[in-house]
């Protein structure tokens, strides 16, 4: 159901609620605000096509910008907040936005501007900001009845960065007006059952494509959306239980983040309201995942997707407990397992993750080299995200890992994320990544770079009680030569690894004997 639509029949029920602040927002306030930073757009000569980019925390005000744009016909551009001041120009820049909304608590925000190209509008909520003009005094002066022909706009994400320069990931506007119903607003009903008495916990930064999404299908259903200003585990327990919350989403590091909670700090909640628990973004250790069924019961369903929108898998708990490790079958897409060559592999070898589409679904703005590398050599139609993965005899496909993080040791394929789930659950272990580094004889070898748990040392005796352990557990050749201790992985809110670092770090050290 549209945004305007739910704000005339339900003007006083609560849209946005933030976790920790309280403070809330209604759908007779989100659509009006929402309406008059439209007419701000329009003022400023932006029409549909254009780009607004956002640059904010968890903020009650995020939302008002996004469907500010969205209801414009205009492309929506969610930064990073904790880029630099050069890495998020590089994104304003590169996306061609024409306006710039920011908060008062973005304190990198006054350095991107001398930084930007091309951006005209740039407007800052709740106090000033050298370089921007107040939002609100200039959304004031703007009506609160919506334009006629308001036409429907889209995300345009950028990819994380994580392995190398974000990509900007676009796909052509639909044509639609904007109250019609979008395909995210249907599938999300389909799949989850989302609807007017939703109350759904977001969990992740809103600058990251699948929580705005979902945050904005729970607005078109007119729901309200409980959104944590960060991640803490038992603050999300105890939000279900305040909140009544029925849906939520997570990423497989806060599901093991909630695992190592004391007994006592996982029961003490009341979890009986919660009847969707969304997962995705990175790959689910199967014992972390088994453990979130038996304790949740059979309400854990899981999707596979990029912010390319190429394609989708989906699988529910009572499926992934009879295909184990699964993340579901296609239903966005055909997939096509194939070999660096672009040969299509039979059942149950890895290989390369396509999605077949009957158009084009995306292309990576300003790089139509990227586009073209992310396309199947002999069928540009099939595009890949650059996942590693391979279907059972049920059609069922799972994740091996990514293509790009894949160590050739000796002439052999290695894993990472197989030695990372091995490990993760351990005690003294906090987080993990695995990564190759150079080894003169092999090419690569294993390494782990491991977060100790609180309280754990980062000695000896930890090293080889975990190189123990993943011996027990893994194949010889696939256990960690070496391990090294860092105070704080470079994990994104999100979840996602910034591995690209840690590799640099040693291949930077690489020695000219490496290097032969």
Known sequence: MPLALNAAQNPDAVATVMARSGETLTYRELNERSIQLAHVFASAGLSSGDVVAILMENNIRYHEVYWAAVRSGMYVCAVNRYLTADEAAF?????????????????????????????PLRLVIDGPIEGFEPCEALMAEQPTKAPEDELLGDFMNYSSGTTGRPKGIKRPLTGKGFNEPSNLDGLTHQLYGLNSDTVYLSTAPLYHSA??????????WGGTNVIMEGFDPTEALDLIERHRVTHSQWVPTMFIRMLKLDESERARSDLSSHQVAIHAAAPCPIDVKKQMIEWWGPIVMEYYGGTELNGM?????????????????????????????????????????????????????????????????????????????????????????????????????????????????HPKVADIAVIGVPNADLGEEVKAVVQPADGVLADQQTRNELLAHAAGLLARYKVPRSIDFIDQLPRLETGKLYKRRLRDAYWAEETPETKQ
């Open 91 to 119: 994104i304003v820049n590169d996306s061609g936005a024409m306006a710039l909304i920011t908060s008062a608590s973005m304190a990198t925000a006054s350095d991107i501007v001398p930084l930007l190209e091309d951006c």
């Open 211 to 220: 929580p705005l999404a979902f945050t904005a299908a729970v607005h078109s």
């Open 313 to 425: 898998t989906f699988c529910n708990s009572e499926e992934w407990l009879t295909h184990e490790g699964t993340v579901g079958k296609p239903i966005m897409g055909t997939l096509h397992i194939c070999d660096e060559q672009g040969t299509e592999l039979p059942v149950g070898e890895a290989g390369i993750i396509y999605f077949e589409r009957e158009v084009q679904a995306f292309t990576y703005h300003n790089d139509p080299a990227k586009t073209l590398a992310s396309q199947h050599p002999e069928h540009p139609l099939w595009t890949k995200l650059g996942d590693i993965g391979y279907l059972d005899g049920d059609g069922y496909l799972y994740l091996t890992d990514r293509e790009s993080f894949m160590i050739i040791s000796g002439g052999v394929n290695i894993y990472p994320q197989e030695i990372e789930d091995a490990m993760v659950m």
